[in-house]
């Protein structure tokens, strides 16, 4: 007990001591470094003279003993056990031999590589494919997941998510301004929202998109304007002349980029402000505003029931979220008791503000770039098992080297340096490629991904594909180099054949599972998201596409209800007035576009069933001859009559609530709506339609149809059905609102067929990334079965000479000795579809109508695979029927 | 044919460094001396004598010079250094406590 106490003891204190003479060494060191690297000569001159002089020595000494000079000098020679092997454990101890030596094997790689282009060619492309499509991915995800919101010290940005009973609920300014007063962990506080201001008196008048903000943005958010100054105090609050600071871009574009901006006025939405300062050329976020002005006093003073804005806050330095958290719960709890009425029942969490906007695209993303991933660990395979091949053939050549000196260390060093130096070309390429294909990626992707247009090859990146290269260049090349190195022997001079080992098999082989089921893996998962895009395109979508031009025209949120409906009303008349239109209506949102004003609703002489007075659905509201323009199919009944209290709802409704009998004739009273006399407003509905498809990805849901007149909503989309192309009404559809308001501006035209194909542009893009990954992964498969065939069956044409001297049909033989690595693919299908059955849980976000688990898919991808196999064995197979027996059996 | 790793792990370390201990010396000197002193019980090769003289030169326990022999020929002589003399300590302390317990255990089979 004692001693060994004693013992631990002595062994801390050598230890200690040995830590700090490790600083003391380098005195030592550093000259014999100096003098190995750069004067090498010396270096080696002086062990072959401290050899040579033991030499001398020892054959003195042996023919004093009375051998002969020839046997003294051998005698001494051979006491020394290789003595060229010796010299180089002595150069090995150097240990700044690999500098050199590391130089010396690159030149040999490639020397050698370019004498096999097509070897070298093979592994280029395969790694090349991997980290190309790794790097253009990381980039994206190192943009749009890891640093998504482009601002200084984001990590210190946090968003606060509010709920009120349980539900979340979007900011409000009192309040905001409430928890920058009492919250100590916030260094500064901001709530905003973002509108389309109309600007005029600038050259055209256009629709720009404004920040309304409250609290103090540039602090929050960490801005500095590059010309004129931030928001004053009093601007802030909403008081004083309303303010405003402009984009780089509009500055630019509008101002002429003029230093002396500050102080002009622009007018957004018929209002005036006075242009303070410029904002920061590159300002990302929040993202496409071009004008950024505190809100006026009485939005900022507005009822503290009201929600509207994304609260961001900004922590102190060295403040923790969860510390922050904790301090805006206290200040919750205090607003609650003093504004019982409003502020009781609510609470607030943080989110940090990266993890907010990157929220929705962080899986799809990262289930993209695993994929890529997949595909670059096959490639790494599929270099290995080339490597491996390539080794096989080269165990005399490394016999040899081993006889005159080579360690096996160095060696593997040597081979090692071989992959490395294609991993680096295919690394390189990769880059190259992504370089080049990046924009195009980038057009792919949903546009409003955050941050989406700082997407580059940062360092950050480059660093990334520079590991990745390293890596897949070390981890394919480690087992090869190590096999070949460790079979190689001096016996292995002596075998006129080179005999390949049952390890080297037993690599090969696993090397080749890995890649069949990897490849499973990720043809199945290609298919279900085909399955998933062919089901998505056969759902009826409800209205018809063909000849219909949509017209977006947004109005203010502060719009007046008569002048929207004027508008409207004028706008449909003039379109419908158009020759070549057949038909035109108003619409709030278009189908497959998503989003719904929600609402309530209760049915006359109906008693509520759960207690709840009114169900709540979705408000569709429309005008114009709507259902004609879009070509929604009536099923019953008629369209509303403008004016009237009559409303249609579609199929999904009837069945729901009206399962057994017609609704025709039915009420409805619709968000508890009450006349001016204060009774109950009850509508009747005329008509039931076919359920059309609001969002690309999901079922219809029970939707009611109002007219635009009896719901206030200042979002307009336009429908226009014409007789021939649509896109050629867009002049005159341009000259009918020019007619009405010269002010007016249009958002967009669109031809509705393109709005159609964008609602499956994103299953479609992912379909499609996933089919083609799935294809290179085949293409590699196809590639390493191949190899892995035809070398068995070079490897034994003597034993098929034998077999087909001895009166085995040709058939038999091949069958005999390609259905050992069948095996192998039956092996890697089977680990292929296990781990498809674990993974393809993580694609159910982004499946529609298909099962991760579904079995016609497992199915599909098992049977591409056999496809696969069965022709990438059609060709080696031929090869072992059509041995000639005789030429076989003298191949020695 | 007698390799580095036929003797105990570190040992030839701990005999290159106390026979350097006593005076500088060259490879060839050095091999007699390893001969002699360790009789026929312990057999270095000539091949093995190098590697290991290298690697702790490489260390900074050992430092070498070219000087001219008795019979006027060059060469190269090894002398321990500062470091040379704490590390030939460590090692003997720790072979001592290592053989002190084999021989401890050794006994106790007897008995």
């Known amino acids: ?892 | 044919m007698s390799r580095p790793n036929d003797l105990l792990q570190g040992t030839l370390d701990l005999l290159i460094l106390k026979i350097l201990a006593l005076e500088p010396m060259n490879g060839w000197a050095m091999s007699l001396r390893l001969k002699q002193v360790s009789g026929e019980v312990l057999q270095v090769s000539d091949g093995s004598l190098y590697p290991a003289l290298h690697k702790l030169e490489q260390e900074g326990w050992i430092s070498s010079q070219w000087q001219v022999t008795e019979s006027k020929r060059r060469a190269k002589y090894y002398q321990l250094t500062v470091l040379g003399r704490e590390k030939l300590e460590q090692e003997r302390a720790q072979w001592e406590r290592l053989s002190s317990a084999v021989s401890l255990v050794v006994r106790l089979k007897e008995a």
């Open chain 1, 1 to 892: 007990m004692g001693a060994a106490f004693l013992g631990g003891f002595a062994r801390g204190a050598v230890e200690g001591s040995v830590g700090r003479m490790s600083l003391r060494k380098w005195i030592y060191k550093l000259p014999l470094i100096w003098k190995s690297l750069f004067r090498r000569r010396d270096t080696d001159g002086d062990l072959d003279d401290e050899l040579a002089f033991h030499i001398q020595m020892q054959t003195e000494a042996n023919r004093q003993r009375g051998m002969s000079e020839a046997e003294a000098r051998y005698a001494a020679l051979r006491q020394f056990d290789g003595l060229q092997q010796r010299k180089e454990e002595c150069r090995d101890m150097r240990q700044t031999n690999w500098i050199e030596e590391s130089a010396g094997d690159i030149a040999y790689a490639i020397r050698s590589l370019r004498s096999r282009p097509g070897f070298c060619a093979l592994g280029v492309l395969s790694l090349a494919i991997g980290i190309g499509a790794n790097t253009a991915l990381f980039s994206v995800v190192d943009a749009v997941v890891l640093h998504p919101v482009p601002l200084r010290d984001a990590h210190r940005l946090v968003a606060v998510d509010e709920f009120k009973d349980g539900k979340s609920s979007n900011g409000n300014p009192p309040r905001t301004a409430d928890w920058g007063a009492t919250v100590p962990a916030f260094e500064a506080v901001t709530g905003f929202y973002s509108e389309d201001a109309v600007l005029t008196g600038a050259g055209e008048p256009a629709k720009i998109a404004t920040l309304r903000t409250c609290g103090d943005p540039l602090a929050t958010l960490g801005v500095n304007p590059q010309l004129g100054r931030g928001f004053t105090a009093a601007e802030r609050s909403g008081a004083g002349d309303p303010a405003a600071l402009i984009a780089d871009e509009l500055w630019r574009e509008r101002f002429s980029a003029d230093r002396a901006v500050a102080g002009r006025l622009i007018t957004l939405g018929g209002k005036s402000y006075t242009i303070v300062g410029v904002l920061p050329a590159g300002l990302a976020y929040p993202s496409q505003t071009l004008v950024w002005t505190p809100m006026p006093r009485d939005i900022q003073q507005v009822d503290r029931r009201a929600g509207f804005l994304r609260t961001v806050a900004r922590l102190g330095a060295g403040v923790t979220r969860t510390a922050a958290a904790s301090e805006l719960n206290v200040a919750v709890a205090q607003l609650a008791q003093r504004y019982p009425a409003t502020d009781r029942q609510r609470s607030a969490a943080l989110v940090s503000l990266n993890d907010l906007e990157s929220r929705e695209s962080r899986g799809p993303l990262l289930i993209l770039l695993a994929t890529a991933l997949a595909v670059l660990l096959l490639a790494c395979v599929n270099f290995a098992s080339l490597l491996l091949s390539r080794g096989l053939a080269r165990q005399r050549e490394a016999s040899i080297r081993l006889a005159l000196g080579a360690g096996t260390g160095r060696l593997v060093r040597l081979y090692l340096s071989e992959s490395l130096v294609v991993a680096v070309i295919g690394g390189l390429a990769g880059v190259a490629a992504a370089s080049w294909t990046l924009s195009l990626l980038v057009s792919m992707l949903p546009p409003d991904l955050p941050n989406l247009e700082s997407v580059s090859l940062n360092g950050r990146v480059l660093l990334a594909a520079a590991a990745m290269t390293l890596i897949s260049g070390l981890a394919a090349g480690w087992a090869p180099a190590r096999r070949v190195a460790g079979s190689a022997s001096i016996e292995g001079l002596r075998a006129r054949i080179s005999t390949e080992g049952r390890e080297s098999r037993w690599l090969q082989k696993t090397l080749l599972a890995g890649q069949v089921a990897l490849s499973v893996l990720l043809l199945t998962g290609a298919v279900l998201l085909t399955q998933s895009l062919v089901r998505l395109g056969s759902e009826p979508l409800g209205f018809q596409p063909e000849h219909v031009l949509t017209v977006n025209i947004g109005m203010p949120w502060d719009t007046p209800e008569v002048q929207l409906n004027h508008f409207s009303k004028a706008a449909i008349e003039r379109f419908a007035a158009i020759p070549g239109v057949r038909a035109a209506g108003m619409i709030d949102r278009l189908p497959l576009k998503g989003g719904t004003q929600g609402g309530t609703f209760s049915i006359r002489n109906r008693p509520a069933t759960d207690g709840r007075p009114d169900a709540e659905v979705s408000l569709r509201a429309m005008a114009g001859n709507y259902f004609g323009a879009a070509g929604v199919q009536l099923l019953a009944g008629r369209d509303v009559q403008e004016g009237a209290r009559e409303l249609v709802v579609n199929q999904a409704f009837a069945a729901a609530y009206f399962a057994d009998h017609s609704p025709l004739g039915q009420a409805l009273r619709i968000n508890g709506a009450k006349d001016k006399a204060g009774v109950p407003r009850w509508s009747e509905i005329v008509g039931v339609v076919a359920d059309v498809r609001q969002e690309p990805s999901q079922k219809p849901t029970p939707e009611i149809y109002l007219a635009a007149s009896d719901t206030y909503w200042p979002r307009q989309v336009y429908v226009v059905r014409a007789a021939g192309d649509p896109m050629q009404m867009v002049a005159a559809v341009r000259q009918a609102v020019r007619e009405i308001d010269p002010a007016k501006v249009i958002d967009s035209f669109a031809a509705m067929e393109q709005t159609v194909h964008g609602a499956t542009a994103q299953p479609r893009l992912r379909a499609r990334v996933f089919g083609g990954f799935a294809a290179i992964a085949l293409l590699l498969t196809a590639l390493g079965i191949y190899g892995l065939q035809s070398q068995t069956v070079t490897q034994r044409t003597k034993e098929i000479g034998i077999r087909l001297a001895l009166g085995e049909t040709p058939m038999a033989v091949a069958r005999r000795i390609l259905t050992e690595n069948l095996q192998v693919v039956a092996i890697g299908l089977i680990l292929g579809a296990a781990a498809s059955a674990l993974l393809t849980s993580f694609l159910t976000s982004l499946l529609y109508g298909v099962s991760p688990l579904d079995p016609a898919a497992f199915a599909l991808a098992a049977l591409g695979l056999a496809i696969v196999t069965a022709a990438a064995s059609f060709l080696p197979a031929r090869h072992a029927a059509g041995v000639a027996p005789l030429t076989a059996l003298r191949n020695d």
